[in-house]
């Protein structure tokens, strides 16, 4: 794990960065715990600090299943855009709340069924912009993109996504682990609904989301701790509340389920412990 005093991209081991593009990145506050590395300590990755691991180490303390649900939503994020990029023969993907780099990105699981694969990522954490060039590395047939932006301003990233993406043909609208991090008041299902709008029939929207109606009691406390140690807000909703981001569209078979529970591919993994509501819409 890097110390205080490592910078995010260049002195880690295994970077993909390089040394001299250094003076581009932009800075963060390391002292305090940021959800991106927060998630990447708990995934096992090395980009992460004191600070992040204290705070991953006190939502264990409560919910100890964190890590599993956590390693289950990047699972379910490879079945989704597996079943997208093959079964339902998209080539085209929007990928917002991006988060620091692991294995199975989105780009690395389409590609690897359809070379030609496009994707966009979008992010507005620091800490991802540093690591965005990793992002980068595209099947020759396909191309991947980066935007720094935020999900609250739908209308940059459609502006921005268009250098990739043609909005005339279907694109799988990825929403994963994200629009928990939208509270309310900024009009989450709004959001969700100008994105669909922007996309033609034939395009496809898959959230995963955390539960406030699973665990809830460890939940809760785990989310206070969070809360209290970094910046970044959480707003838990139940089944119903995150089955409202799919209004319009037609669900894709098994529907709104825990995330293991999505087109698992054991009944090992069906069972895995975690506290997120999953699923995929179809608008024709």
């Known amino acids: 794990m890097p110390g205080e005093d490592a910078s995010i991209a260049g002195q880690h081991p295994g970077s993909d960065i390089a040394d001299d593009q250094q003076d581009e990145r932009p800075s963060f506050d390391s002292s305090v715990a940021h959800i991106a590395r927060v998630y990447n300590y708990w995934l096992g990755g090395k980009d992460n600090y004191p600070a992040d691991r204290a705070a991953g180490d006190a939502v264990i303390e409560t919910y100890p299943h964190v890590v599993a649900g956590v390693r ?8 989704t855009v597996r079943h997208l990029a093959g079964e339902a023969g998209i080539r085209q993907f929007l990928d917002i709340g991006t988060g620091i780099p692991t294995a199975n990105n989105t780009h690395e699981v389409a590609q ?19 690591h965005a060039r990793a992002l980068l590395t595209s099947a020759p047939e396909g191309a991947t993109d980066y935007i720094d932006a935020d999900l609250r301003d739908v209308a940059a990233i459609l502006r921005q996504a268009e250098r990739a993406l043609d909005f005339s043909r279907p694109v799988g609208v990825m929403l994963v682990a994200i629009l928990h991090l939208i509270a309310d008041e900024d009009d989450p299902y709004g959001l969700v609904a100008t994105l669909m709008d922007a996309v033609p029939p034939g395009s496809y929207l898959t959230v995963s989301h955390l539960a406030s109606d699973i665990a ?15 910046h970044e807000k959480q707003t838990l909703r139940s089944r119903s509340e995150v089955a409202r981001f799919f209004e319009g569209l037609e669900m894709i078979e098994p529907g709104l389920v825990r995330i293991p529970e999505w087109r698992p591919d054991s009944d090992a993994d069906a069972k895995s412990p975690s506290a997120l509501w999953g699923g995929m819409g179809h608008k024709r």
């Open 72 to 79: 289950a939503n990047r699972a379910f994020l490879a079945r």
């Open 112 to 130: 690897s069924v359809a070379p030609e694969s496009r994707v966009v990522y979008v992010d507005n954490d620091p800490v991802v912009l540093a």
């Open 216 to 230: 809830a009691m460890a939940r809760a406390e785990a989310t206070e701790r969070l809360r209290l140690l970094m």
